[in-house]
C-alpha cells in the first residue's frame, strides 16, 4: 500500500476544487464527506480523504491522503513512480504519454499484466531453436541440410496451433493457454535431452506448434478484456513483451560456447517457464466475453457467415504477402551483411543491436497511434514506408545501409500493432480461435514460399539478395492498399459493435 499525504494552504475556490471527484488518472466516486474510492482505474484499493480547517485570513489549511495499491501485477514496480506523480498533479481528463489512451480499470489492468509475462514465456520459446540449431549440429555431426530440414520441418507445428485455437473457441481462452504454455515448455526441455538432431527436430516441431497457439491466445485474451480504445496499444505492449522474452533467449545463448553440450543448457531454461505459466494460470480469469459467450449463442444467418469467409479470405491473403516478404528479409539478413557487405561476426552483431534495438519505439508508438488516429492509416503507412526502407537497405552501402534499415526497423514496427489486432477483432467469440489460427498457418505458408523465391532469385543473380527482396515488397504493398480500401476501420468500437453476432 502506497500513501501520500500532502499539506497545504487553498482559498475557498481551490478548495472546493479539491472536493471534486477526479477523473484523470483515476476516475473517483464519494463514499461520504471528503472521502472517495475509485470508480474506475488501475487500482486493486484506492481511497482518498480530506480535512479541512479554515484560516483567519480566510483560506484553508488542507490535509489529503491518498492510500492506493496497483491492479498491476508483476509489472506494478515500472509505473510505481509515474503513477504517484499523476496523483500529485491533479488534471482534468486522462492523457499521459505513457499509458493507454484510455483508463484501464483494475481488471484490465491484472488480466494485461499477468498476459505480458506469460507472453515473455512465449518470447522465449518461439527463439530457442532458431538461436541454438546450429550448435546442436555441430554436436551431432550434421550440416546446413540438415538444419534446414528440422527448420522447414518445425513449420508444420503450424498445424497443431490451428487445432489448438479451434479448440479454444469451445473450451476456453484460460484452459488452452496454461495446456499450451506448459505443453511448449516441456517439449522444449525435452529437446535438451535429445539423442540426435531429428529427435530434436521432432519435439521442437510440437513446442513450436504449441507456443505459436500460446500466442494467438495471448491476443485473443487480451483484445476481449480490453476497452475500446487500448486493444491495439495493447497488443504493442504483448509485442515488447514478446522481443524481451526473445532478448533472454540470446542472454543466455554464450552457455553454447562453454561447452560442445552447452547448447542444452538453454532448453533445460525453459522449464522455469511452466512455473510462470502455472503461476498465471491461477490468477487469470477467463474472459468475460467467452463466458458470456457460452451462455448467449446467436444462430448464423447468410450475412453473418458471408462477412466471416470475406473477413478470413482478407485477412488469410494479407498474412500470406507480408510474410512472404518479412520471412526473407529477416532471415538472410546476416547472410547478405556477411556476404555481401563483408561484416565479420563481430560487426553483424553491433549491427543486429543497433538496428534492432529501437523497434521498440515504433511498436509502442504504433499501438498509440492506431487508437488516436486510426487503424488503417497508421497500418497502411508503416507497412508501406517500412517496405521501402527495408527493401533499399539490401541495395545500400556505408551509413545508408544503417540509417535506412533502422528506418525500416522502426516504421515497420509502427504498423505491427494496428494490424495485428485485426485478426481478434473481425471475428465474432465463437469463430475467433479457429479463424485466427487458419490467419496464422495460411501466413507460415507465405514465409516458407518467399524463402524459396528469395533462395532461387538470389542464385541465379550470384547471391544478390536485393532484387528478390524488390520483387517480394510487392505483397506488402499490396496489402497496405487492401487495408485503406478493403479494412474496415475498428478503433473505437467494441467488438460487438464489429461483430453483431456477438451483440
Known sequence: MTVLREERV??????????RP???IVAERATGTDRWEVQSGPFREYSRELTASKKPDGRFSVAETTRYRLAIPVWGWLFHVPVRRALKRRQDGFDYWWAPPDRL???????LGLLCTVQIVDGYLGTVLTQTLTFAADEFGHDNTAQGIVLGAV???VLIALITAAVADKRGRRRLLIITGVGSCAFTVLGGLSPNIWALGGSQLIARGLSTALGILIVIMAVEEMPARTRAWAASVLVLSAGLGSGMAVWVLPVADLSIRGWRAIYLVAG????????VGVRLPETRRFEEG???VVPDDADTRQ?????????AISAFLIAMFVAPASSFQNDFLKDERGFDATRVSIFTL???TPAGIGVLLGGYLAETRGRRKVGATGLLLGAACVTSAFFAHGIALWVLTLAGVILSGIAVPALAVYGPELFGTHDRGRSNGIVVTVGVMGSALGLLIAGVISDRLGGELGPALALLAIGPVTVAILVLTRYPETAGLELEEINPEDG
Open 10 to 19: 487553498c482559498s475557498a475556490n481551490e478548495l472546493a476544487a479539491r472536493r
Open 307 to 315: 462477412r466471416r469467409r470475406d473477413r478470413l479470405v482478407l485477412l
Open 155 to 157: 513449420r508444420f507445428g
Open 105 to 111: 480499470d483494475a481488471h484490465a489492468s491484472t488480466v
Open 294 to 296: 457460452v451462455e448467449h
Open 22 to 24: 477526479r477523473t484523470d
Open 272 to 279: 522455469l517457464g511452466i512455473v510462470v505459466v502455472r503461476w
Open 354 to 356: 543497433v538496428t534492432s
